[in-house]
């Protein structure tokens, strides 16, 4: 059956789609219903079943036949070792860390934040948490010490798991400072911390609150797995709102598990046993959903992967896992593979290994800019999908479904809306638009499973943040259009849809035009404050390796091809060639901050900012054109 039969098997009958996709799970107490409404547009799946997230991942694995499978590759090239672990090794290794919480007084139900850097411990924590059903919570490793003290008044952990350091190619990140300056911060206290040492940097343990990694072990009896209810939420993740605190996404369990599991075979085209790799971060949603949960309660092997694109050691790091570890689905965000191809622009790196085992490259986190998936064609010779989904759906929205049909790419575009996704372009009056206009994405609700019900203890926050714009729809916060394919197109972010002189534009329309300039390795265009004509863009490039060409030369070239691509409505006019682009620690550009700092505006230091240096470097640049003003 391929994908259009699929779509509207779902479309037809979304309650018996969803319980026969639901037969895959192994259950404690089976669901008799798919669908419970709630009211007034709240939802959820599954709720009168009962199951357990660990057994799923593990044990039944263990169970079935593949006890000897290798469940977790741990590949760091900052450390230089490789690590494997059995399924039946981590059913060892996660049922002893359950025990040790559930010794210290965690139980189902019970908060506890994660704060731990790319090891296996990393993903062992979270599914012994899921084995006894407490509620984790992981924050990204190395966050500031106010942003993990936030999270930790909202979610009021009993326990903080954490590693003594973090490691960067070039610096060792201590954690421990950084997490006892939190709960020193925040009003409310963690009953214990269980710390792993690191050798490369090991830390101090107080005395009555933290306990060893592994001396805590000693002698504890290892946990079982606790059945909790559908509805239970598996964890919190906290994704960044535009005002003030952060939003912390709920995903609950039985929805995460069925949804999940079916996108392993059906997007991603791998089968239990298959290598599966996502290089991301256990702190981002693709940490959760593909290097922990995903490839393990689908029987796969998956990687845990600790250093860069590039310089751990060199722009060749992907290509050698990939064919070291026979690796068959990869999955990155642009942003990496325009690392990878700035710093190797001819793609010589790939033909050092063998990557015949690679069926398909995988991208998503931002808009995939149609130059780097041609280049990623071109040099890998292999599918390259780009792929839509949020924090807070927790897996693709739209996307091409290799494993039932391989449709085909068109460049610009994720491709088709996934079965339990009913997407609709919207004008702002909340009517639905033609093929080819440009609007606000929103999907009819109710949403499918595994996405969130609501927001952590902010039920108002959730129905203002998503519900209310378009009533009887979630509001995804981008803009983008259909064709009259169906093939959906993210043009941008809502808010980077800039009006110019009465003229609605899109910055990622412009960035496309501006990555296909030969020496452009990677660009962002944001709408700046213009006196005349309200907003204007603004676009800034980094060039590729071993481009020496005058960069007035370039700029003119940026603003001729984008007058003749878009026309002159467009009113671009200034490029300006930097160094480097302020960015998340997951890789999104940070186009916001570069507007405020542009315009002038008090905006507060982002707290996923990768270097804050770069900040000062990009207002230099922008006050050579006039921006960026110092009051």
């Known amino acids: 059956m391929g994908y259009h039969e699929t779509y509207k098997r779902w479309q037809d009958d979304p309650e018996a789609y969803w319980l026969e996709q639901a037969k895959a799970i192994d259950w404690t107490e089976a669901p008799t219903k798919a669908l419970f409404e709630k009211g007034e547009d709240l939802y959820e799946w599954f709720a009168d079943a009962k199951v357990n997230?660990?057994?799923?991942?593990?044990?039944r694995h263990v169970a079935n036949g593949r006890a000897d499978q290798v469940a977790i590759i741990h590949d760091s090239p900052i450390t230089g070792t490789k690590t494997k672990f059995t399924?039946?090794?981590?059913?060892t290794r996660v049922a002893a860390v359950a025990g040790v919480l559930r010794a210290n007084g965690i139980g189902k139900g019970d908060r506890v934040i994660i704060y731990m850097p790319m090891v296996p411990e990393a993903v062992e924590a979270m599914l012994a948490c899921a084995r006894?059903?407490?509620?984790?919570?992981v924050v990204f490793g190395g966050f500031a010490a106010n942003e993990l003290a936030v999270r930790i008044n909202d979610c009021t952990p009993k326990a903080i798991i954490a590693a003594s350091c973090g490691l960067e190619?070039?610096?060792?990140?201590?954690?421990?400072?950084?997490?006892?300056?939190?709960?020193?911060?925040s009003q409310h206290k963690p009953d214990f911390c269980l710390i792993l040492q690191r050798e490369q940097s090991k830390c101090d343990l107080i005395e009555g609150r933290d306990l060893d990694w592994h001396a805590a072990q000693v002698g504890v009896a290892p946990a079982d797995c606790v059945p909790v209810e559908g509805n239970h939420p598996a964890y919190i993740l906290y994704t960044s709102g535009t005002t003030g605190a952060p939003k912390g996404v709920i995903r609950q369990t039985a929805g995460h598990l069925v949804a999940l599991n079916w996108t392993m075979k059906n997007i991603y085209d791998v089968d239990p046993g298959d290598v599966f790799w996502a290089a991301s971060d256990v702190g981002w949603v693709v940490g959760h959903s593909y290097i922990c949960y995903g490839p393990l309660i689908h029987g796969n092997t998956t990687i845990v992967f600790e250093g860069k694109p590039v310089g751990t050691p060199d722009a060749g790091t992907f290509w050698r896992i990939i064919s070291e570890h026979n690796v068959r689905s990869f999955f990155t965000a642009p942003t990496a593979i325009r690392a990878v191809k700035r710093e190797d622009p001819k793609g010589e790196e790939i033909g050092k290994y063998d990557i015949s085992c690679l069926r398909a490259l995988y991208l998503a986190g931002e808009r995939a800019d149609p130059d780097t998936v041609v280049w990623a064609q071109n040099k890998l010779g292999k599918p390259v999908y780009d792929h839509w989904w949020q924090t807070e759906t927790g897996y693709t929205i739209a996307g091409n479904p290799a494993g039932l049909e391989a449709?085909?790419?068109k460049l610009g575009s994720p491709t088709v809306p996934m079965p339990g996704y009913d997407v609709q372009i919207l004008d702002e009056a909340g009517h639905r638009q033609s093929p080819g206009t440009l609007g606000a994405i929103a999907i009819k609700l109710p949403l499918p499973p595994g996405t969130l019900p609501t927001l952590?203890?902010?039920?108002d926050r959730f129905r203002k943040s998503y519900l209310t714009t378009?009533?009887?729809?979630?509001?995804?916060?981008?803009?983008g259009m259909i064709d009259e394919d169906g093939y959906l197109y993210i043009m941008a972010r809502t808010d980077d849809v800039i009006n110019v002189a009465g003229h609605r534009l899109s910055t990622g329309a412009m960035e496309e035009i501006l990555a296909n300039h030969p020496d452009v390795a990677e660009c962002a265009v944001v709408g700046v404050s213009d006196a005349l004509k309200g907003q204007i863009p603004l676009g800034l490039v980094c060039l590729s390796k071993g481009v020496n060409r005058p960069h007035d030369v370039i700029s003119a070239e940026c603003a001729k091809m984008v007058r003749e691509q878009i026309g002159p409505v467009a009113a671009y006019k200034v490029t300006l060639v930097v160094d480097r682009l302020p960015k998340t620690r997951s890789g999104k550009i940070l186009r916001a901050t570069i507007v405020k700092l542009a315009d002038n505006e008090p905006f507060k230091m982002p707290a996923t900012i990768d270097d804050p240096d770069i900040l000062d470097e990009i207002k230099q640049s922008l006050q050579t054109v006039g921006y960026a003003a110092e009051v």
Do not use: M
């Not at 952590?456 to 039920?459: D, L, T």
């Open 470 to 479: 378009f009533p009887g729809y979630y509001e995804t916060g981008d803009a």
């Open 87 to 91: 399924f039946a090794e981590l059913q």
């Open 456 to 459: 952590w203890n902010a039920e």
């Open 132 to 137: 006894i059903g407490a509620v984790h919570s």
């Open 53 to 59: 997230g660990c057994y799923n991942a593990v044990d």
């Open 169 to 185: 190619p070039n610096r060792i990140v201590a954690y421990k400072p950084l997490l006892d300056s939190a709960i020193e911060q």
């Open 407 to 409: 449709l085909p790419v």
